[in-house]
């Protein structure tokens, strides 16, 4: 008899293989009504060249994609266990905590430098704008879901409306609207952040107290239909929003102060560096958020409610004030968004965006701030890739098969996302324990 | 100290209470018996604001709990354990017991410490997540997170159930204790004999009504309870 653990890795193994082998034909040669199979042999004869490294059969391709994609999870898997180890036996001590400490900061500083220099080292302009467009502006709705979805527990699937509603104050404030702005005047992006976080967090407080009594799947459906109705107001309020043709007319951002002036949008780099300021803001104010009372309240709501409810937290309230706080970012980075591209309209603002960012968040580990940051930037990098740049043989309309590919394969190896929360990663490694020991016990029974 | 007074409770069609009233008095154990679907745990339900009572009142300390919201409760002086303990499964020990102290302001480590000195084997958890503790070591839990809100009168919902009798004799101790402590306790048990041996008084429930109330020593000798909860022929 197998032990379990071999079984588990062997049934892991051929999941990913089956997996591997559907967006192979999937995304491979198409066959014809004449020769239906066609799409299948040539997938076995034709040769493809992996950027120009080496010419090879597509099937070949593919299944040394599922070994490396099989080795580098079970590897890593392995080593996280044993990093937990290490780490167990070094809180024990104080001096190692306070070194673990220098360590997790000048891991954020050396992060946080890389991220200043940046620009400079990506240089291909496609790539800036993406660094703005695809990926700053993502994480920002991504560390945004994330208080939703990870630290309270509360799955939204219209989040795509609070970001809408931050592009179209923007749009607002600076007069592209066919709505007047505020007192007719027509003011700089600047004076739209705090007005679009505003209302996106009242917005969040509006679809919040209602429907935050509800539960689970109720809850997706309701938050489903407001993305729904935003996009529907955007499109049809012809006389506010200017309909499904939006506006062009926002204004870049500009600074006069004194004497300096400075104009935005003379390339995307200026904008790198304003998201990335507003990135780090969000940073420390969410993670400060998550060890705050209110953090705490949201944990227990997400384990248990009735319990929750037992020792004294309103459930109700602190929903809301989750998704009061999730929808700031959002409006924030439709403020950046609008400013940035001139444009707001309506084909932006869609369920597929939603659960984009969901993905993220999933992706990256829900809950973890590290995660879903990072959850961003190899996502979104990877889709701008596939649609820029796409290797020999890779079409970029097969995106969404190769995201969704991705999407199973961490379902089966890391299902906690990339870097799960410190709680997460404990509930799985407390699981391995278990599960490993248990194989031992076998094993042991066996010989 | 708690009045309840003639209180009804449907659901829907179905009338679960009857107008039922009782009273617990200060520092007393007083302990709710019936079997499954007597009504226990609907009163308890209404006592902890998850079910408001369609007419009839409810009285803590002279104030009016009939609309209080659930959790409101805690605040006011009230804690529940609930029904099959619910324990934050990936909160430590620790952190459920802080999170029992969530409605108090300050620190309030040493209240844990006093947690732990009543329940020993919780300190030797304190870094276990709730949900690799065993069933009487959760309900020990649910017992200590529910007095760190320092409440008055502490509501256990069926604290016995699906522990071994050992460990039933030894949650029945520490009940013992959070008396002698001055915290008055509503007990909802199925475990007659032994609740009745540790409380003051005792109803006796039976299809949403109340059908009987003594002290706790003449229930333990009444033919009907003798017969019908301590499986005695008569």
């Known amino acids: ?447 | 100290m708690l009045q309840v007074t003639d209180t009804i409770v449907r659901y829907g069609a179905i009338t679960a209470l009857h107008g039922i009233s009782f009273n617990v008095e200060k520092g007393e154990i007083v302990t709710l018996l019936g079997a499954n679907g007597a009504g226990k745990s609907t009163t308890l339900r209404m006592l902890s604001g998850l079910h408001a009572p369609e007419s009839g009142t409810i009285s803590f300390e002279g104030k009016d709990l009939t609309q209080v919201r659930a959790h409101e409760f805690t605040r006011l002086g009230i804690s529940h354990v609930p029904e099959g303990r619910r324990i934050f499964p990936q909160m430590t020990v620790e952190e459920n017991l802080e999170m029992g102290g969530f409605v108090r302001k300050g620190s309030f480590d040493d209240d844990v410490d006093q947690i732990y000195s009543s329940f020993p084997i919780l300190r030797d958890r304190r870094k276990q997540l709730g949900s690799n503790l065993s069933g009487g070591e959760q309900q020990m839990l649910a017992i200590g997170r529910a007095l760190m809100s320092k409440p008055r009168l502490i509501l256990l919902d069926e604290p016995s159930m699906g522990l071994a009798p050992k460990i039933i004799q030894q949650i029945f101790e520490i009940i013992g204790e959070i008396r002698e402590q001055g915290t008055t306790v509503l007990l909802v048990e199925q475990n007659a004999a032994q609740a009745l041996r540790l409380a003051d008084r005792g109803y006796v429930m039976e299809n949403g009504r109340i059908v009987l109330s003594d002290t706790a020593e003449n229930l333990l000798h009444d033919e009907r309870v003798r017969a019908v909860y301590l499986g005695e022929g008569v």
Do not use: C
């Not at chain 1, 491979?28 to 090879?56: D, K």
């Open chain 1, 1 to 447: 008899m197998r032990s379990p653990v071999a079984a588990t890795q062997i049934r892991r193994f051929l999941a990913l293989l089956a997996l591997m082998a559907v967006v192979e034909l999937i995304t491979g040669p198409p066959g014809s009504a004449e020769e239906p199979t066609i799409g299948i042999t040539r997938s076995f004869s034709e040769p493809t060249s992996f950027f120009g490294l080496f010419v090879t059969p597509r099937f070949v391709l593919f299944f040394a994609f599922t070994v490396i994609i099989y080795l580098v999870a079970s590897l890593w898997r392995s080593q996280s266990t044993s990093i937990v180890a290490i780490w167990n036996t070094t809180t024990a001590q104080p001096r190692a905590f306070t070194q673990r400490r220098a360590v997790r900061l000048s891991t954020r500083g050396g992060l946080l430098v890389i991220a200043i220099v940046l620009p400079l080292i990506v240089t291909d302009p496609f790539w800036q704008s993406s660094l703005v467009e695809q990926i700053a502006v993502y994480i920002l709705l991504a560390l945004g879901l994330n208080v939703v979805t990870g630290f309270a527990g509360l799955l939204d699937l219209g989040y795509v409306a609070f970001y809408a509603i931050g592009a179209y104050a923007t749009a607002w404030v600076t007069g592209a609207l066919p709505l007047a702005p505020p007192f007719g005047i027509h003011m700089d992006p600047f004076f739209a952040i705090p007005i679009a976080i505003v209302l996106a967090m009242v917005a969040g407080v509006i679809l919040g107290a209602p429907t935050l009594r509800l539960r689970g799947d109720y809850l997706a459906i309701v938050t489903l239909g407001f993305g729904e109705i935003i996009a529907l107001f955007a499109n049809n309020l012809n006389t506010i929003t200017g309909g499904a043709t939006g506006t062009n007319e926002i204004p870049h951002f500009t600074f006069h102060v004194g004497p300096v002036n400075y104009r935005w949008g003379l390339g995307p780099v200026p904008y790198y560096y304003l998201a990335l300021g507003f990135v780090v803001i969000f940073i420390v104010a969410f993670s400060l958020l998550e060890h705050s009372r209110v953090g705490r309240a949201w944990t227990a709501i997400r384990e248990d409610e009735v319990a929750a409810e037992s020792v004294g937290i309103n459930p109700l309230k602190y929903k809301v004030m989750a998704f009061a706080i999730g929808a700031a970012s959002a409006g924030f980075a439709g403020v950046m968004t609008a400013a940035q591209t001139n444009f707001v309209s309506p084909a932006t603002f869609t369920l597929v965006f939603s659960i984009n960012i969901l993905v993220l968040v999933i992706f990256g580990g829900m809950g973890s701030i590290a995660g879903v940051i990072l959850g961003a930037v190899l996502v979104q990098t990877f889709q701008m890739f596939i649609i820029h740049t796409p290797p020999a043989g890779f079409q970029p309309q097969d995106l969404y098969i190769y995201l969704g590919a991705i999407l199973v394969a961490m379902m089966i190896f890391r299902p906690a996302g990339l870097l799960p929360s410190r709680r997460r990663r404990r509930e799985l490694t407390m699981a391995e324990v278990g599960k490993s020991t248990a194989g031992e016990i076998l094993i042991g029974e066996q010989s």
